[in-house]
């Protein structure tokens, strides 16, 4: 196929373009054999087009892609009534002919690098301001299919079974020929479709227009093997695999060629029956992504190869809807930002980085692209997003909704927990605060004894305002949960360690229990005091990992956050609902700091935890009973082994005299009397009056907890000027006493 061919046949409709005035990345695509030009792309749709031999004619759509490369807003279509040869040289004198067809199967993948390229957006960009708009009426079905009068709503129609619409009688053909197959009488549909498991695109926005945005060849691993089954069409595939081009346009799912590893996957396609599949567009991965702002969410139709050709339509059907009820996911949900796509090993790394690698390592092809290859994330300080017409929305709208430089640190979050999605809010608390907003009256939460005073803070608040059950019981001995749970079971919250008396909770035990016990229950961990850098409770099972970010994530008390991670797209969707709907979303510039923040995380916590370790030695020998799981002496030491890759560096100890501990606390120099933990300087407190302050005193003796206790947060300081602090506080406050360490006062 050449692209003469289409010189022939090619009638664009224009919409404005725009392209983000960072965006020039063309150069950067010229290396490589692929020439993709980056700052626009453009979609061919048979499925919107007149046919006309060999090829149908092929509506473009251009869609500016950010320079990010992970946003595009919808694709624009583009009518120029000029033929394409005009239309791109007077774009550009400069066209390549790359990856032609041999088999003239008009692969549109084939085509798209075949026209790509533009040399100077600003001169495309004049070419189209020029050029009168079409109609609205352009997508009229006329132009979807040569010689068919059929309208969207009859094509609809024929998606329920009135076989209006025949499939040329030249589609039925070998499928091989580009020529053959989509000759005169031929819809562009066939065309496709004969290659398989292609997916046009299309739907009914929000207010209610019709968009059919791209098609184009999905590939089997592209889709969620649970909910995709086998399908038909998608099971055509392989042949399109072996090409390793797999390509579906629009603003959903893209390009991915194993070369260059940039495989992608789509996520939460639900297979509705075989030839339906509904698609969260916010699911979408790959990292240049393009997502969708609107609508959230399409049929999409894969073609049924033996029959005739089926054009997306998607107005939210019944079951449709169905199926977004019961995933919790609304029609008119708003705009959702980035994703986090998992990271993908590139091509280069043979084995997985290490943690302390992936904590500083921020991968240029899964994290949000600046144009200017800025080392530092930039701080993109602005409340609103200025977009590009009035009904096509960009990524980002308004930065409660999401901003480039949060989709940064989520990005990179998320990689480091272990996670498919991470948002970040404004407080540790606030990520508690939205994870409770999954719950509803009547629900039941089981949760531990020991516990953060701030958690068990805001369970008294919702089990007296808001029906909810709530259950504290002994997370640290499995077996105490198990009474408790039962189908109203909704969320099971999991410190470990405990704050502040350091006990351990067998994760993985829990979870299982939880997910065979619980139809709806929910674990949910706070991995604060370990940090992505000691366990990922994922991994061990969890549903929700939330983490204060104020702590060990940015390690300098010098901005208050709060980390969500999740596996299920489902719940990330959720829990950005409330996010963007409650406006706690974490501020640009505190997401900058975050993430600068997490870039250290790894040293910091390895010299935190090695003081931490040598503290907890010292405090023993001492004669105080310690509470860390790094000393063999914690009963639960092997159990915190499994879980997590080290003891961190909070630890508490008992002195058996609230004065004696007052004393300590107040006696040292070095160690700031602070809640919290994490930060880079030690902090001493004693919870009992500080953090666990809201905890009602008769509940604290309820629950055991010590009134005496001392927690230490250890810092990076010199190890030797901390233990000569404390022994200069414990020296002091036990002179003239008569006390020794570890002895109760009478
Ligand atoms: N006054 C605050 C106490 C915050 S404690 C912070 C941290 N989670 C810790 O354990 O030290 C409050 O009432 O929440």
Request: charged fraction near 20%; aromatic fraction near 6%; glycine fraction near 8%.
């Amino acid at each position: 196929m050449f692209f003469g061919d289409l010189a022939s046949c090619l009638r664009l409709r224009e919409q404005p373009v725009t392209c983000h005035p960072l965006s020039d990345p063309l150069r950067r695509w010229e290396r490589p054999r692929r020439r993709y030009y980056r700052g626009l792309s453009i979609t061919v749709s048979p499925a919107l087009c007149e046919t006309a031999a060999p090829f149908p004619s092929f509506p473009f759509a251009i869609s500016p892609v950010l320079p990010q490369h992970h946003s595009s807003p919808p694709i624009q279509a583009l009518g120029l009534n000029k033929k394409p040869t005009e239309v791109i040289r007077s774009i550009t004198p400069r066209i390549w002919y790359s990856r032609m067809s041999t088999t003239n199967r008009p692969f549109l993948s084939t085509m798209l690098t075949n026209i790509w390229a533009f040399r100077s957006r600003q001169q495309l960009l004049r070419t189209l301001a020029k050029s009168p708009s079409p109609p609205p009426q352009a997508l009229t079905p006329q132009r979807q299919r040569r010689g068919s009068s059929t309208s969207l709503s009859s094509l609809h129609s024929l998606e329920k079974g009135r076989k209006s619409v025949e499939a040329p009688a030249t589609n039925t053909g070998t499928g091989t020929s580009a020529g053959g197959g989509g000759g005169a009488g031929g819809g562009g549909g066939h065309q496709w479709e004969r290659d398989g498991g292609k997916l046009w695109i299309g739907g009914r926005t929000a207010d209610g227009k019709e968009q059919y945005y791209s098609l184009g060849v999905i590939r089997r691993k592209s889709f969620d093997q649970e909910s995709i089954k086998v399908d038909k069409s998608i099971t055509k595939l392989t042949r399109v695999e072996r090409r390793k081009r797999f390509y579906v346009y629009g603003f959903l799912i893209y390009v991915t060629g194993k070369r260059r590893k940039r495989a992608f996957t789509a996520k939460k396609l639900v297979l509705l029956n075989r030839k339906r599949v509904f698609i969260s567009l916010h699911s979408i991965q790959r990292r240049e992504v393009t997502i969708s702002p609107q609508p959230p969410y399409l049929d999409l139709h894969p073609f049924d190869l033996p029959f005739s050709a089926r054009i997306a339509q998607s107005p939210m059907d019944n079951l449709a809807k169905t199926v977004a009820s019961r995933l919790g996911l609304e029609e008119n949900m708003p705009p959702t930002p980035l994703d986090s796509p998992k990271r993908e090993a590139s091509p280069q790394v043979k084995k997985p980085l290490s943690m302390a690698t992936e904590l500083v390592y921020i991968d240029s092809a899964t994290g949000v692209r600046d144009p200017y290859n800025a080392a530092s994330v930039p701080i993109y300080q602005t409340a609103t997003f200025k977009q590009n017409s009035a009904t096509q929305m960009g990524e980002y709208d308004y930065t409660r909704s999401g901003n480039p430089t949060r989709s940064q640190l989520e990005r990179h979050l998320a990689k480091i927990m272990k996670a498919k999605r991470a948002l970040v809010v404004t407080s540790g608390m606030g990520a508690m605060d939205v994870i409770t907003r999954l719950l509803k009256a009547g629900d039941e939460v089981i949760a531990g004894d020991d516990l953060y005073g701030g958690t068990n803070r805001l369970l008294k608040y919702l089990s007296t305002h808001g029906g909810i059950t709530v259950h504290h019981v002994d997370t640290t001995k499995t077996e105490s949960v198990i009474p408790f749970l039962n189908e109203k079971t909704a969320l099971v919250l999991l410190e470990t360690p405990t704050n502040p008396l350091i006990k351990i909770c067998d994760i993985t035990a829990i979870s299982s229990l939880v997910h065979q016990k619980c139809p709806n229950g929910v674990v949910v961990v706070d991995n604060t005091m370990m940090s992505p850098m000691l366990m990922n409770p994922l991994d061990l099972g969890a549903d929700i990992v939330y983490e204060s970010g104020t702590k060990y994530l940015s390690g300098h008390h010098d901005l208050m956050a709060g980390v969500l991670a999740v596996n299920s797209e489902d719940l990330g969707e959720k829990l950005f609902f409330t996010i963007n709907a409650t406006g706690c979303g974490l501020s640009p510039f505190d997401s900058w700091l975050l993430l600068r923040g997490v870039k250290t995380l790894g040293i910091r916590m390895e010299k935190q935890q090695a003081n931490a370790e040598r503290i907890a030695a010292y405090l023993e020998d001492r004669g105080f009973k310690v509470h860390y799981p790094g000393l063999r002496s914690h009963p639960q030491y092997d159990l915190h082994a499994r879980l997590a890759r080290g003891p961190g560096a909070v630890l508490s100890f008992e002195t058996g005299s609230t004065t004696i501990s007052e004393k300590i606390v107040e006696g040292t120099k070095i160690h700031g009397i602070s809640v919290s933990f994490g930060c880079i300087n030690s902090l001493i407190s004693m919870p009992c009056r500080m953090s666990h302050a809201s905890i009602n005193e008769q509940t604290r003796k309820e629950r055991g907890l010590p009134e005496d206790l001392i927690r230490l947060a250890v810092g990076i300081e010199d190890v030797e000027d901390l233990i000569e602090d404390l022994e200069g506080a414990i020296g002091g406050a036990y002179e003239g006493s008569g006390l020794v360490p570890g002895q109760q006062e009478a």
